[in-house]
């Protein structure tokens, strides 16, 4: 979609689109996530997903450079 639109909100329009477009078609067939991990659909699920805070933690701002 980048490389052919003109207008620069295409990309983040796509992007969020998309997740809606999975959703709403799960809501439609009246399908379930675990019918969408049986279709291969998305990955399995995990156990324990994490937090925000592990995320965080995945950051180095000494690695960012400043002008």
Do not use: C, Y
């Not at 009246?30 to 998305?42: E, K, P, Q, T, Y």
Request: charged share 15%; no cysteine.
């Amino acid at each position: 979609m980048s490389r052919h639109a003109t207008n620069e909100a295409v990309l983040p329009l796509t992007m969020v689109l998309i997740p809606l477009a999975f959703f709403g078609a799960l809501l439609v067939t009246g399908s379930s996530m675990d019918d969408a991990r049986d279709f291969g659909w998305v990955g399995t699920a995990q156990a324990n997903p994490g937090s925000i805070a592990s995320v965080a933690e995945l950051i180095d701002l000494s690695k960012v450079g400043g002008s």
